[in-house]
């Protein structure tokens, strides 16, 4: 937290600086960036404004437009030939509503479910740990899936094999960027895991807090579908910070999406918002759009339960090869409209965790150096 400068900006200059700023109301936030606890610095070099702003969740893909707005509306006032805009990102910790005890260098669990198997609830788990990545945040995934871990093949790490240095922690893989770990790493390609609900539940917290996790902005946890031992377990052992519900429009999917929200909202875990996959279908010739699996489902859900519908995925072919291949979307087609609404989806979920999460001020360093 920085101090204040012994030299102050007279106060008109002052005044009205800081009125520019808070007129730009950070979309996501809700509040104009004063307020939002976002500027870090503000100095005058001569006839240059230095300004330094803080987000508390990744967006750098938006950082562009953000200096360009400022710069343009700073630059009005008399005194200001420049302005020099940094932004740095520091993502506050957050716990959630449980009790459990915090996982040693990670921020924020992000729990990735689903009522059902099928409406890709993996998919989007691990474009959404990269889209994360994208824009800005140190990122980690945990396979919660036990009896079907599919993260490692996605990832493009199949054949990675955690070793323990130490003899207590494992190491995680590293996959484009995210750290990454799975009992597909530990159980051979073709061998089942043959466990009863408890002995499963107990492989998830073993693979938790065993695992040496780098410093991490965000774990997305990749939970397996359904409403059972495991997902009860991790609402118990790991702090989770938020849930994203995964489902796609049709009405089975979506009923088996609201048990998952029930279960969550019983626990006392907060749901950030909802994804609906396999929303649409645009023909690749003419650019027809057709819902195969019915509309407004994830809609419908997100306005019962009072949550955001945080994006909306096509059917996509493209989406299901780059899995297989180890490439996902957001890495496969970095400026790709996919990983678009990965990315935005990925700046929702952080934003909503900022905001739930405790409020930390940000000291501004105000000073004159003329």
């Not at 009790?99 to 040693?104: F, H, K, Q, V, Y």
Request: hydrophobic share 45%; aromatic share 4%.
């Amino acid at each position: 937290m920085l101090t204040e400068h012994n030299y102050r900006l007279e106060e008109p200059l002052k005044s009205a600086v800081l009125s520019v700023l808070e007129a730009h109301v950070e979309p996501l936030l809700g509040k104009g960036l004063v307020s939002a606890g976002m500027v870090q610095k503000l100095a005058l070099n001569g006839r240059r404004l230095e300004l330094g702003l803080v987000y508390p969740y990744p967006c750098q893909s938006t950082y562009k437009d953000t200096v360009m707005t400022l710069t343009k509306a700073l630059a009005k006032l008399d005194v200001i030939d420049e302005v020099e805009c940094e932004i740095d990102l520091q993502v506050p910790a957050n716990a959630g509503n449980t009790n459990a005890a915090p996982i040693p260098n990670v921020k924020n669990v992000i729990a990735v479910a689903s009522g059902k198997g099928g409406v890709g609830k993996s998919t989007t788990a691990v474009n959404l740990a990269l889209a994360l990545a994208a824009e800005g945040a140190s990122v980690g995934i945990l396979d919660a899936d036990i009896y079907g871990p599919s993260v490692p093949l996605m990832l493009g790490v199949p054949d990675f094999k955690p070793v323990s240095p130490d003899g207590k922690m494992m190491t995680a893989a590293n996959a484009h960027g995210i750290a990454a770990q799975s009992i597909g790493f530990i159980l051979d390609d073709e061998q089942a895991a043959v466990w009863r609900g408890p002995m499963a539940a107990g492989a998830l917290v073993q693979l938790v807090n065993e695992t040496s996790w780098p410093k991490l902005d965000y774990l997305v946890v990749d939970m397996p579908p359904g409403t059972g031992d495991i997902q009860l377990t991790l609402s118990q052992k790991v702090p989770v910070s938020g849930a994203v519900v995964v489902t796609t429009p049709q009405d089975i999917a979506t009923l088996d999406a609201k048990k998952g929200i029930s279960l969550f909202n019983k626990v006392n875990i907060p749901v950030i918002g909802i994804v609906e996959n396999m929303s649409f279908h645009l023909c690749p010739s003419c650019g027809h759009k057709e819902h195969p699996f019915g509309t407004l489902g994830g809609s419908k859900i997100a306005e019962r339960y009072h949550v955001p519908l945080l994006g909306a995925l096509p059917l996509n072919i493209a989406i299901r090869e780059g899995m297989d291949a180890g490439n996902p979307s957001v890495v496969a087609e970095p400026s790709g409209e996919i990983a678009a609404i990965y990315r935005e989806i990925a700046r929702k979920v952080g934003a909503s965790l900022a905001k739930t999460g405790p409020q930390t001020g940000v000291s501004i360093s105000i000073s004159d150096d003329e």
